[in-house]
């Protein structure tokens, strides 16, 4: 091993809104400088969290459940592990402590070599791990704290020892942004309150802190039947209600570090605490409601699957990452009418639109003989897959199957999204076209990852298409649990005025004449997005 002396390090972070909760003492450049041959790749910002938790030997919770969830959303994991459980879908059978002194050598591994974002805490088990933590939190701080205060696991067995209770509450609630106890935790943190009511734990969400964290969450997955799995945030001042389908499953083990690392992942890469809070909750119910009849283990609460990827068939593996809704930002789809005119291939269409900045790319190819489709598709999965940008095909999932898109956008008379899901299987992305909140909600309903809501404008790119003009789009959007994007007669003069409206969930515009039946689709495209990146800057 090398005791070569640690350098230090000064990582500049990329612009993110997590500027709007972490604390000066944290966003405080720490005074490393490091010397390194990559200089200018190791600058990219690699969203990067460091989970120190235990191990569960069963893989369900703990450091594998962190780094799983990391994966899952995209962001890079380390790990200091303080414990290693002897542990399976029945209960814990053993607790084995990492000595003291080889966590501290640990953290100081990661910690004075990696550029690590955000810091995720789960099983701190003694009193002298939390002190070691503290202190070199202190010595290299970083954006953000998420603490999950694991005392307990959910078969009952104690998973930190009871001294460690006012250390958490004095010294490392006072540093954290964030902290996650079920409703057992709170209670013991609280001594012994009992907890039965939404209301209960909103008290003790309040009362947990003052002890210190910016904001606090209080998970009601343990709470007794209700047909939502209710946890409450708060932030000093507001208590939200965040509301999700409560799974029926017994693999839940693990939804605790899952949620605390999801919310690492998520601030991260740059979102504002409530948004993390969300997303990492949608994710949690995802893998839930995929991984419902998964059978891993025979004692009475397995794990589930983060990544997605067990039920899936061969043809799915290696092909597609989890749908990033960031994607809709500049949604576009083609029209070989529209390439004809202007003597354009469709790939050229493609690869022009991609050089100007489209994020997403639909094939809808009309009057395309099936044998031609799938030849241009083929082209355009190379095309799409060398810049990173996704590819769907409009209606046909046979082509999309061929050509291994990365999914299909289907309209309300194709066949339904639960049946393409069906036949594609979970890691595709699937769009819907919807008018109504109904539309929507079945969207939802079917396990498609978007809706495209529209005729916002009057369009002659589809024929008898009714307008919903900014009233209707908003009321779709508002009922929607899914990222909308905006479609119909949109261009570069009226997109701005779309993404100005500052709906949430409206993620982007699709566009087709706007840009196809145009003589340089690379210019007109390079112009919407300058117009799109313009009006979201302005909301
Ligand atoms: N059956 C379920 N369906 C949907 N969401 C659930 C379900 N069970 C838990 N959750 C959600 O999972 C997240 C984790 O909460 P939970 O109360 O289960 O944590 P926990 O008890 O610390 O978990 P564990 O200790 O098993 O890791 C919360 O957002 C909660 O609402
Ligand atoms: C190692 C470990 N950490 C956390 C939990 C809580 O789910 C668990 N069961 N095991
Ligand atoms: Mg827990």
Known sequence: MSSAPLQPILRPHPPSSISSFSSPRRTQPSPRARPCRLAAAREMPWPHVLTVAGSDSGGGAGIQADVKACAALGAY?????????AQNTAGVQGVHLVPEGFIRKQLNSVLSDMSVDVVKT????????????CESLRKFPVKALVVDPVMVSTSGDSLSDPSTLTNYRDELFAMADIVTPNVKEASKLLGGVSLHTVSDMRDAAASIYKFGPRYVLVKGGDMPDSSEAIDVFYDGKEFIELRGHRIKTCNTHGTGCTLASSIAAELAKGSTMLHAVRVAKNFVESAL????????????QGPFDHLFRLKCPPYNIGSQQRFNQDSLFLYVVTDSRMNKRWGHSIEDAVKDAIEGGATIVQLREKDAESREFLKAAKACVEICKSSGVPLLINDRVDIALACNADGVHVGQSDISAREVRELLGPGKIIGVSCKTPAQAEQAWNDGADYIGCGGVFPTMTKANNPTLGFEGLKTVCLASKLPVVAIGGINTTNAGSVMELGIPNLKGV???????????????????RSILTSALCSV
């Not at 994991?77 to 459980?85: D, H, N, R």
């Not at 789960?122 to 933590?133: K, N, R």
Request: aromatic residues 2%; negative net charge; contains cysteine.
């Open 122 to 133: 789960g099983m701190l088990p003694s009193v002298g791990i939390v002190q070691i933590l």
């Open 510 to 528: 699709a566009v087709v004449s706007a840009l196809f039946d145009r003589e340089c689709v690379m210019t007109e495209t390079r112009n919407l």
């Open 77 to 85: 994991c380390s790990s200091v592990i303080t414990a290693v459980t």
């Open 289 to 300: 409601d995929h991984s419902k009849d998964l059978t891993i283990g025979n004692g009475p």
